[in-house]
Nanobody, 121 residues
Framework: QVQLVESGGGLVQAGGSLRLSCADS????????MGWFRQVPGKEREFVAA????????VYADSVKGRFTISRDIDHDTVYLQMNTLKPEDTAVYYC??????????????WGQGTQVTVSS
């Protein structure tokens, strides 16, 4: 089965950047559309970004559009989320998701453990 491991989270000042990565430690996910979600205490899980199985198209939440970039390295079974111009509102636990439906933003069935992103003012 697909085993996803996120990394790259941490503490950063507002305006800074972080790059999250999601690697498949089990089977390859080259045939899966991939995405990122985030969640903070007291709020529902929020869609962030998605990328098709071949990396040919992407979709973003309005809140991160123009600041975040999702990409993937199919050969190395890795998905990235480059986060620039970070805001305190971006503080959340970020989760990698395999099998997402990019057009509808429906989540897939495989999740990583999450990585904490904290943006200070």
């Amino acid at each position: 089965q697909v085993q996803l491991v996120e990394s790259g989270g941490g503490l950063v000042q507002a305006g800074g950047s972080l790059r999250l990565s999601c690697a498949d430690s089990g089977r390859t996910f080259s045939s899966y559309a991939m995405g990122w979600f985030r969640q903070v205490p007291g709020k529902e899980r929020e869609f962030v970004a998605a990328i098709t199985w071949d990396g040919g198209s992407t979709v973003y939440a309005d809140s991160v559009k123009g600041r975040f970039t999702i990409s993937r390295d199919i050969d190395h079974d890795t998905v990235y989320l480059q986060m620039n111009t970070l805001k305190p509102e971006d503080t959340a636990v970020y989760y990698c998701n395999a099998g997402i439906r990019p057009r509808t933003r429906e989540e897939g069935g495989s999740w990583g453990q999450g990585t904490q992103v904290t943006v200070s003012s």
